[in-house]
């Protein structure tokens, strides 16, 4: 029995980074390692979107997921920075931008 090709679902594209963006995910991430505040890290390619997930601990749900959503470009940005829960936390057009979002000083308690 012959199989026909014509019948098989076709096979959607993969969203994934490019060399750069994942070169540059990779130096936040030993960043922030350093820092001691992530320890793991999960790279996921969708139908949609491409996913970096950081972790403090691997048994746990990610802290924050960088998102890159290539058909929201030309509207609110491929790039989103989501916390715990998916809340948005930053978009952008450009990961840089996008990436800033962990540049910023942590909060600190003041007497």
């Known amino acids: 029995m012959a199989f026909d090709s014509s019948h098989a679902s076709p096979r959607q594209a993969t969203v994934f980074f490019e060399r750069r963006e994942l070169t540059r995910l990779l130096s936040l991430y ?8 992530w320890r793991d890290y ?3 390619g ?6 970096f997930s950081v972790y403090k601990r ?9 998102e890159k ?7 609110q940005g491929a ?7 998916g809340m948005v936390l930053r978009r952008g057009h450009e990961l840089e931008q ?10 600190k308690v003041v007497d």
């Open 98 to 107: 996008v990436l800033r979002f962990f540049d910023r000083g942590r909060f």
């Open 46 to 51: 969708l139908s949609e979107s491409a996913v």
């Open 69 to 75: 959503r290539p058909n929201l470009a030309r509207r």
């Open 30 to 37: 030993g960043r922030m390692v350093s820092a001691g505040e």
């Open 42 to 44: 999960a790279i996921d």
């Open 58 to 66: 691997s048994s746990e749900a990610p802290l924050y997921r960088i």
């Open 79 to 85: 790039w989103a920075v989501l916390g715990q829960g």
